[in-house]
């Protein structure tokens, strides 16, 4: 990366983490267009979280920018993107169902959130991230293939103060309602990440009115049957 004297980072980021932020390609993404969409005069690495000796996690900047001769807010929390499936369940003599999870959310303070399955990408392609978080959330069974996941859109999550994009996909599944009752009430996630999930089986028609959810999960929702 260029320009590497124009960021700085706050006392107790050491040496090693501050090379993986730079390396980090959720920063080199946001480093790069803040370049070459604004006039950038400094960025401070405020704060950053590894995941795991793999993954670069949150990273909280600082920029000192401008746009058009203003200076523009420069708090940002850089955490990459991610992706999210609407799983449409389709079993004969009964009406097209969805899979919600049910999992603890720190940030929004609740623990039992109902959302589609999702996950970060990681570096991986949107599809693989999509089949892996599949796989882990849903459960092998369910057995969904790249050609079977139709993209919807992709959309900022909250672009006042996260970098966050996401992938939204459908995938609509013949499937017997063996299965289908198999799905109801798992317990899935992986407990080394401390993730725990329920899932839900429910009426596709159903997820407006589950209470307050995401913004994933709801657009999701209504762009699919815009296109029915």
Not at 8 to 34: E, K, T, Y
Not at 85 to 90: A, E, G
Not at 127 to 136: F, G, H, M, N, Y
Not at 137 to 145: L, N, P, S, T
Request: proline residues 4%.
């Amino acid at each position: 990366m260029d320009q590497t004297d124009a960021i700085s980072f706050a006392p107790g980021i050491d040496a090693a983490l501050q090379a993986r932020v730079l390396a980090a390609p959720h920063f080199r993404r946001w480093h790069d267009g803040m370049r070459a969409r604004f006039t950038l005069r400094h960025v401070l690495v405020r704060d950053a979280i590894a995941f795991d000796a793999r993954r670069m996690g949150f990273i909280l900047v600082e920029a000192d920018a401008l746009h058009d001769g203003h200076r523009v807010p420069g708090l940002a929390l850089l955490r990459g993107d991610s992706v999210s499936v609407l799983l449409v369940l389709k079993c004969p003599g009964y009406p097209d169902r969805t899979v919600l999870t049910c999992e603890a959310r720190v940030p929004v303070a609740r623990p039992d959130l109902l959302a589609l399955p999702a996950g970060m990408l990681d570096g991986g392609a949107f599809t693989s991230t999509a089949l892996r978080e599949l796989s882990e959330e849903v459960g092998a069974d369910v057995r969904v293939r790249a050609q079977d996941l139709v993209k919807l859109t992709d959309v900022w999550l909250s672009p006042g103060g996260c970098d966050e994009a996401i992938g939204l996909y459908y995938a609509e599944l013949h499937i017997n309602e063996t299965l289908a009752q198999a799905l109801s009430d798992r317990q899935t996630g992986q407990a080394l990440e401390h993730e725990y999930i329920h899932l839900h089986v429910i009426d596709l028609s159903a997820v407006p009115h589950i209470g307050m959810t995401d913004a994933k999960t709801l657009l999701s929702w209504h762009m699919y049957q815009a296109r029915r």
